[in-house]
């Protein structure tokens, strides 16, 4: 069956001491403690190596937030998917609404990273998600439905069962406006049916389908029950031990 799932995406904060203090707590948090899921931290590249240092990785799993669609070579600023694996880390997130929006990031650039990532044994956390107008005009969900058949159905059944799924409506994030629970079911129901589809039924139930966009805790539980949302990206939350535990243990 498919797992739980908590992870965080500290996007552009922390200072590399801040994040190594921030990881430290999280983990120790952990330590000794049985959680009902999978939890994850996605910092950033300046901070994998450190934060490596100070967590258990049995514990607390470790991710980039992005990476670049090129193996190696002459691509100023970049930082590759084999650079990633190197610090340790065994997790990225790719295709976020904001590397999409002010990045200029496309399915085509995406298959690419997934690709890499695969290549260098990390975890994609593949985002996906309408953003307000599309929501407005009712055409979320071929959004979402075009944004998994461009960059992931391409994969072999194997490796899309590889895949984290992230749905994040672009609405929702950041903006303290979160998704219903019901809002949120009703687009991961409509994903899963899209993978039944696609790859059928047993990779469709194993794969994990996380929720993000304005979730803390005190609306982790009610989205988290919901049978097709198996757990969350967590923004702003993520930032603080406390409220990122508090989405933890919304899966009790
Ligand atoms: P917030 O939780 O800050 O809304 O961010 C969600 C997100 O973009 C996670 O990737």
């Not at 949302?229 to 508090?246: N, P």
């Amino acid at each position: 069956m498919r797992k739980n799932i908590v992870a965080g995406n500290w996007k552009m904060n922390t200072t590399v001491p801040e994040g190594v203090q921030l990881a430290t707590e999280v983990n120790a948090a952990l330590a000794g403690k049985k959680v009902n899921c999978d939890v994850v931290i996605c910092v950033p590249f300046t901070h994998l190596t450190s934060v490596n240092q100070v967590i258990n990785q049995n514990k607390l799993g470790l991710g980039a937030e992005n990476c670049a669609d090129h193996k190696s070579g002459a691509y100023t600023g970049e930082v590759s998917a084999s650079m990633v694996a190197s610090t340790g880390a065994t997790y990225v997130i790719l295709g976020h609404s904001e590397r999409r929006q002010y990045y200029g990031e496309t399915s085509e650039t995406l298959k690419e990273k997934v690709a890499l990532a695969f290549e260098n044994n990390l975890t994609p956390i593949f985002c996906i998600g309408e953003v307000l107008e599309q929501r407005e005009n009712g055409t979320y969900f071929d959004v979402v439905k075009s944004q998994i058949e461009e960059a992931l159905f391409n994969l072999s059944a194997e490796d899309f069962g590889k895949v984290i799924l992230a749905y994040e409506p672009v609405w929702a994030i950041g903006t303290g406006k979160t998704a219903t629970d019901d809002q949120a079911e009703e687009m991961h129901a409509y994903i899963r049916n899209l993978i039944v589809e696609k790859y059928g039924k047993e990779v469709a139930e194993n794969t994990s389908i996380l929720y993000g966009g304005s979730c803390k805790p005190s609306n982790a539980k009610a989205l988290f029950a919901k049978p097709n949302v198996d757990g969350g990206l967590i923004g702003g939350a993520s930032l603080k031990c406390a409220d990122f535990m508090g989405i933890v243990e919304a899966f009790d």
